[in-house]
């Protein structure tokens, strides 16, 4: 995620970029890069193949780190008009895990933009939190648990513009408030590009939360008759019964 810092006549800035940007990471120099919240690189090369070995060799410190929280998203649409959807990331503690807190956070990136730079990736904005505390929830979770959280986004004439190149990033970190300096190692994130889709729940065919018996005659419906398993569940994915990840029901 690219986040620009709002002084210094960036146009780019977000309202809250600067206060991540100095006071959670205490970064002191420009660019900085932490990988996985927790691997520092700060300051640039002029070759771009020691940037990017540098790079990747934080990278590759973080990668195979184990962990027993997941993230998933899903978006459905609210309102055509405004572009307003509402997203839901899903966060869960693996059975045995160990209890904890996480913060999940949930923003809008716009990828390959500021435009006049191929190199832009995954540029924060707009709609972007303004409230206070800006992230979605401090979320305590059990071995076995998974809590649900939400956030609406209107999406501006510019991200509407580039409508292929919109994305949610989601990630859950320890609730470290500012001066973290690198003690909010990720403990997972997830990143769903356009066009988003529902969140659901392989089995899960009358989403009742919970995948038994009772599934076993929608699913037959919905596998017999489409337009009738969305006529008679109309807020449920048919996609729910593509139950070996196929993509086909």
């Known amino acids: 995620l690219e986040i620009h810092r709002n002084n210094g006549g960036d146009p780019y800035g977000i309202p809250w970029g600067l206060n991540r940007w100095v006071e959670y990471y205490d970064v002191m120099g420009v660019p900085t890069t932490w990988f996985d919240g927790r691997h520092l690189a700060e300051g640039n090369y002029d070759n771009d193949d020691q940037q990017y070995a540098w790079y990747h060799a934080l990278y590759e410190q973080r990668r195979m780190v184990p962990t027993d929280v997941s993230v998933r998203l899903g978006g459905v649409e609210l ?114 590009t356009w066009p988003f889709t529902p969140l659901h729940d392989r089995g899960d065919l009358n989403c009742d939360g919970v995948v038994n018996f009772d599934d076993i005659d929608p699913f037959v419906l919905a596998l017999s008759d489409p337009a009738g398993y969305q006529a008679a569940y109309p807020n449920c994915d048919i996609m729910n019964a593509d139950c070996n990840g196929d993509g086909a029901v």
């Open 79 to 192: 309102d055509p008009n405004s572009h307003t959807y509402r997203v839901t990331a899903r966060v869960a503690l693996d059975p045995d895990g160990t209890g904890k807190t996480v913060r999940v956070y949930i923003l809008h990136a716009l990828d390959h933009y500021p435009p006049n730079d191929i190199q832009y990736r995954f540029c924060v904005r707009p709609p972007a939190p303004t409230q206070s505390p800006w992230w979605v929830a401090d979320v305590p979770l059990t071995p076995g648990q998974r809590v649900d959280v939400q956030r609406d986004f209107s999406f501006d004439s510019t991200s509407w513009a580039h409508q292929s190149n919109i994305a949610i990033v989601a990630w859950a970190q320890p609730p470290v408030s500012n001066g973290g300096n690198g003690q909010g190692a990720f403990w997972n994130s997830r990143l769903m």
